[in-house]
Every structure is written in C-alpha cells, then in structure tokens.
C-alpha cells in the first residue's frame, strides 16, 4: 500500500517538476493568467514557477496535475529492446514510469588470478507504474555472434537483450526479487545477498509501506 503524506506536510510537499507542468500548460494555450487564475496564485507566482526560480507545492497545482499529469507521466520512459537468437530480428518495447531500482550483476575477469575488470553481464530494471504496479525487466548482455565478445556503445541501454515482464504489485515485485536471488544469481553470491535489501530499500523511499519491515517512527 502505497502511503502519503498527512496533514501539514501534505500541503507542503513541493512538486519536483513544477518547471515541467507550467511549460506542458503553456504549450497547450494556457496563458500565465489562466494558470494563476486556475491555481489562485498570482501572476509573478506563476512566472517565478516558469523560470524554475521556485518549486509549488502538490496542492496548489492539483488543478493542473488533474489535467495534464499524465501526459506528464508519459514524459518518463525508457526504451529496450529484444533480439531473436535464431534470426536476430529486433523487437523494441517502450517502459514507461520511474525506474526505482537499476542493478547490474558484473562477472569478474581474472589474469593469472589477478582481477582486471568487472564486465556487467546481467541486469535488472524495475519501473514504478503508478496506482501500486511495477514492472520488471530483466536483461543479459549482447555479445557478438562472431568473436562472443560483449557488445560496446556510449548508449548503456543499447548493450542489453531484454526481457520486458507483466505488471505487478508490491508484495509480488519483493516475491520476485527474492525467487530471483535463489534461481538467477547462483554466480553471484554477494548481489544474491545484497538485493533482498536493494529492493526493499527502494519501495520504502518511494513512500510503500511493507509488510515484514520493523518501522521506528520518530516524534516530531
């Protein structure tokens, strides 16, 4: 269950991409009157807004979140891609949603028994797709046909073969995870320690609540 904030604070919280709303508004014919108007602010308020000099907070701009928060949204995504084995064609898929967790599993290559680099050879992006839904995609590296050897480019996300899986909740992204520790990351034993943690960590700081974690609230 995903938690928000209560009372005072709720009216507080500012809205990150405040900058964002205004110019999505304006480039749908919002003028900065119409927007104070709509918002109860005044004009330099909104202007202010505009320059990035201030942030709103989430109540003011519910007006504008109502309308325009989606699309948004839509503005956070990332693209994979996935390539058939046999006939190498490409299949191409748009995620969108934040990604809360990005972990890369890296084998270790060794020269007479000295370490000499670490290559990333799997891969596991998680996308927080609001209303309590995520989806997992789990990567390995591209390696060339001919000499196997891993795939290079400045784009990290082009390097990777992906396989994009169904939307879940909460309680069954942390079943996930943990299942994967267990059958995947054999080869890797620390990572297989250290993500039951990983992912944990990452809900709680996007405001979900979960079941198992001991809470010690303060008193303010």
């Given at each position: 269950?995903?938690?928000?904030?209560k009372?005072?604070?709720?009216?507080?919280?500012l809205?990150?991409?405040?900058?964002?709303?205004?110019n999505?508004?304006?480039?749908?014919?919002?003028?900065?009157?119409?927007?104070?108007?709509?918002?109860?602010?005044?004009q330099?308020?909104?202007?202010?807004?505009?320059?990035?000099v201030?942030?709103?907070?989430?109540?003011?701009?519910?007006?504008?979140?109502?309308?325009?928060?989606?699309?948004?949204?839509?503005?956070s995504?990332?693209v994979?891609?996935a390539?058939?084995?046999?006939?190498?064609?490409?299949?191409f898929?748009?995620?969108e949603?934040?990604?809360i967790?990005?972990?890369?599993?890296?084998?270790?290559?060794?020269q007479?028994y000295?370490?000499?680099?670490?290559?990333?050879?799997h891969?596991?992006?998680?996308?927080?797709?609001?209303?309590?839904?995520?989806r997992?995609?789990?990567?390995?590296r591209?390696?060339?046909r001919?000499?196997?050897?891993?795939?290079?480019?400045?784009?990290?996300?082009?390097?990777?073969?992906?396989?994009v899986?169904?939307?879940i909740d909460?309680?069954?992204l942390?079943?996930?995870?943990?299942?994967?520790?267990?059958?995947?990351?054999?080869?890797?034993?620390?990572?297989?320690?250290?993500?039951?943690?990983l992912i944990?960590?990452?809900?709680?700081?996007?405001?979900?609540?979960?079941?198992?974690?001991?809470?010690?609230?303060?008193?303010?």
């Open positions: 269950m995903e938690t928000k904030p009372g005072k604070n709720a009216k507080k919280k809205f990150k991409q405040t900058r964002q709303l205004i999505l508004a304006q480039n749908h014919g919002w003028t900065q009157v119409e927007i104070a108007e709509k918002c109860r602010v005044q330099s308020m909104v202007s202010s807004w505009k320059r990035g201030k942030e709103a907070p989430e109540s003011v701009l519910k007006p504008l979140l109502e309308i325009f928060g989606h699309k948004l949204r839509r503005n995504f990332r994979y891609w390539l058939d084995p046999e006939t190498l064609q490409p299949t898929h748009k995620v949603g934040k990604v967790l990005s972990q890369s599993f890296s084998d270790p290559r060794r007479n000295k370490l000499i680099k670490k290559i990333p050879v891969k596991l992006v998680i996308h927080d797709q609001g209303k309590g839904k995520f997992v995609i789990q990567q390995s591209l390696k060339l001919n000499s196997n050897e891993e795939l290079e480019c400045s784009q990290e996300d082009a390097i990777w073969n992906s396989i899986g169904d939307q909460a309680v069954e942390i079943d996930f995870v943990d299942a994967y520790c267990k059958e995947q990351l054999e080869k890797f034993p620390s990572d297989a320690h250290t993500l039951p943690y944990r960590k990452a809900l709680l700081n996007h405001g979900y609540h979960l079941d198992g974690v001991v809470e010690y609230p303060a008193v303010w």
